[in-house]
């Protein structure tokens, strides 16, 4: 399985950026996909999509982030990033980093994002 280690979250002013930060136990480009998910305020049992990027490089994001936010990784620190722009109070959530490793999901501890207006 694989270790998940997110950071980066914090309190921020509409408009403004974070770049949230991922550490994995192992080399990422052995895990077969990566990504981001959100958990809204009051919506305990909603997980969103973010963003994902598989091994082959390809990538997709939620609609409502597309242009704004971006994914990336960096092998050599075995790490994986969300690049987040032009942030909107309704990006305010639990921010959980995600893996998918030889059949088995795995979960970061999550990282707070509050974007006041």
């Known amino acids: 399985q694989v270790q998940l280690v997110e950071s980066g979250g914090g309190l921020v002013q509409a408009g403004e950026s974070l770049r949230l930060s991922c550490a994995a136990s192992?080399?990422?480009?052995?895990?077969?996909?990566m990504g981001w998910y959100r958990q809204a305020p009051g919506k305990q049992r909603e997980r969103e999509l973010v963003a994902i990027m598989r091994t082959d490089g390809s990538t997709n994001y939620a609609d409502s982030v597309k242009g704004r936010f971006t994914i990336s990784t960096d092998n050599a620190k075995n790490t994986l990033y969300l690049q987040m722009n032009s942030l909107k109070p309704e990006d305010t959530a639990v921010y959980y980093c995600?893996?998918?490793?030889?059949?088995?999901?795995?979960w970061g501890q999550g990282t707070q994002v509050t974007v006041s207006s």
């Open positions: 995600y893996s998918f490793y030889r059949g088995f999901n795995g």
């Open positions: 192992r080399s990422i480009s052995s895990i077969n996909a």
